[in-house]
T-cell receptor, first 112, second 117 residues
Framework: SQKIEQNSEALNIQEGKTATLTCNYT??????LQWYRQDPGRGPVFLLL?????KEKRKERLKVTFDTTLKQSLFHITASQPADSATYLC???????????FGRGTQLTVWP | GAVVSQHPSRVICKSGTSVKIECRSL??????MFWYRQFPKQSLMLMAT?????????EQGVEKDKFLINHASLTLSTLTVTSAHPEDSSFYIC?????????????FGPGTRLTVL
């Protein structure tokens, strides 16, 4: 069966450090992978998309890598700030999948 | 751009009543909208895919007669929870697929918190 795992349910780091979140999957061959941010009681907000033929994508303080051999994506937030505290979801997609599949998310807390 | 709204944001109802939730794409046309439900600390669970002008496609285990979906226009989809029961209490979120743009990037509404007493 299809499975998506995000490294841990919660991650706590100090302000200014780099947060690294992991998304592993099995039994999929996604054409792309996306990361979303979700704040409590709100809908997810799209952050980044990376395609299967891309190794890395950057947007401001965010960096995403995608290793289709390891079936893994890493999501980095550099120079983290308390405002980055939220739950981050990874999602896999592609025409063969027909829809997006979401992980359970990692709750990130950045403390001052 | 790509703003999706939901109404209401919060609803409390008595068991046995029906509740309608609206999902609107405000600045773009969405041929496809999705309805999810989410329990605390759980992932988004896709309930159904709503295509404008055609019947919704429901995921396995989701009762189509209980969760009625109507996608009457390119900017509006509605989810009606019929004869709601306490176990239907959840956070319901819609999303819309941008008609032109990145593949299957979905823009989400703010969600509706349903509490059935």
């Amino acid at each position: 069966s299809q499975k998506i795992e995000q490294n841990s349910e919660a991650l706590n780091i100090q302000e200014g450090k780099t947060a690294t979140l992991t998304c592993n999957y099995t039994n999929y061959s996604p054409a792309y992978l996306q990361w979303y941010r979700q704040d409590p009681g709100r809908g997810p907000v799209f952050l980044l998309l990376i395609r299967e033929n891309e190794k890395e994508k950057r947007k401001e303080r965010l960096k995403v890598t995608f290793d289709t051999t390891l079936k893994q994506s890493l999501f980095h937030i550099t120079a983290s700030q308390p405002a980055d505290s939220a739950t981050y979801l990874c999602a896999l997609g592609g025409s063969t999948l027909g829809r997006l599949y979401f992980g359970r998310g990692t709750q990130l807390t950045v403390w001052p | 751009g790509a703003v999706v709204s939901q109404h209401p944001s919060r609803v409390i109802c008595k068991s046995g009543t029906s509740v309608k939730i609206e999902c609107r794409s405000l600045d773009f046309q969405a041929t496809t909208m999705f309805w999810y439900r989410q329990f605390p600390k759980q992932s988004l669970m896709l309930m159904a895919t709503s295509n404008e002008g055609s019947k919704a496609t429901y995921e396995q285990g989701v009762e189509k007669d209980k969760f009625l979906i109507n996608h009457a226009s390119l900017t509006l989809s509605t989810l009606t929870v019929t004869s709601a029961h306490p176990e239907d209490s959840s956070f319901y979120i819609c999303s819309a697929r941008v008609r032109r743009g990145l593949p299957d990037t979905q823009y989400f509404g703010p969600g509706t918190r349903l509490t059935v007493l």
